[in-house]
């Protein structure tokens, strides 16, 4: 606002000195006849335009500089006081030196505990928080868990059971991964409006309020996912356990059959 203000000053002189360069010009080519007749009414000019860029554009551009001075006086004392500006800089960075340190530590804390080669590589695949690594992660599930039985070693319906299980185990397992990997790029976000928290120009507080919102949108999104996650781990459980119930009460059935065979038979 300061520099528009004094480029307008300066047009405005320019504008208002061009009249008197021509005037002086042209005076200088004129006769000298003409010199002499005209010199007064010229002087007279030189005045009247002297006398209106001293007083009225004068007094216009010294009254724009003060309301310029108070609009700035008001922002700073007002709408952005730089006192207080200046104490929530201070806190924001007194607390990252005091907590980044041992955030940074926690998050480079390391707690896998297999020990067998299978446990170690799908525990390490599980904690790697890297979704690109995922289309090796059924082969490296199966080397632990096993693949399902061939047709000929388990019933049908058993079979379909153990599948089902295991691709629900599978998906909530990588849900976890691509949740490890939106919580350090959250992580990283959130370090950044740290950053530019402490260091934001007067006025960009609602532009940083804005992003920590959307942020804040993100993680909710993702607590959803891994809610849902577990819900359809929980819903396959029952399943499966009103599945076994079913074969068991076949199973019974199946054996009254026949007791009542056997007691028939002569």
């Not at 007749?37 to 002297?50: A, F, H, N, R």
């Not at 926690?106 to 505990?113: D, F, L």
């Not at 153990?162 to 990283?188: E, F, G, P, R, Y």
């Not at 960009?204 to 577990?230: C, F, H, I, W």
Request: overall charge positive; proline content about 4%.
């Amino acid at each position: 606002m300061t520099n528009l203000n004094e480029w307008t000053k300066s047009k405005v002189r320019a504008l208002c000195r061009r009249p008197l360069v021509l005037a002086v010009i042209a005076l200088m080519m004129a006769p000298i006849s003409a010199q002499a007749i005209g010199l007064g009414d010229i002087i007279s000019l030189i005045k009247t335009i002297t006398s209106t860029l001293q007083k009225p554009i004068g007094g216009v551009l010294s009254e724009i500089q003060k309301i310029n001075s108070e609009i700035n006086r008001f922002r700073q004392e007002i709408v952005w006081p730089l006192n207080e500006i200046n104490q929530a800089r201070a806190f924001v960075s007194a607390t990252r030196a005091r907590y980044t340190g041992l955030m940074s530590q926690i998050q480079s804390i390391r707690n896998n505990s297999a020990n067998l080669a299978n446990p170690r590589q799908l525990e390490s695949a599980l904690r790697g928080g890297q979704a690109g690594g995922m289309g090796q992660f059924q082969q490296v599930y199966a080397q632990v868990y096993a693949a399902v039985p061939q047709s000929n070693a388990a019933k049908p319906r058993q079979r379909d059971m153990m599948d089902i299980d295991d691709a629900l185990a599978m998906d909530s397992l990588k849900t976890t991964i691509v949740s490890d990997q939106a919580t350090q790029n959250l992580l990283s976000l959130a370090d950044s409006l740290e950053q530019q928290s402490a260091s934001a120009a007067p006025g960009s507080a609602p532009l940083l309020t804005a992003q920590a919102r959307v942020t804040d949108l993100v993680t909710q999104a993702q607590l959803a996912k891994m809610l849902a996650a577990e819900l359809r781990q929980e819903a396959a459980k029952l399943a499966h356990q009103n599945a076994l119930l079913r074969q068991s009460a076949s199973a019974t059935r199946n054996l009254q059959n026949q007791m009542q065979q056997v007691l028939k038979h002569p």
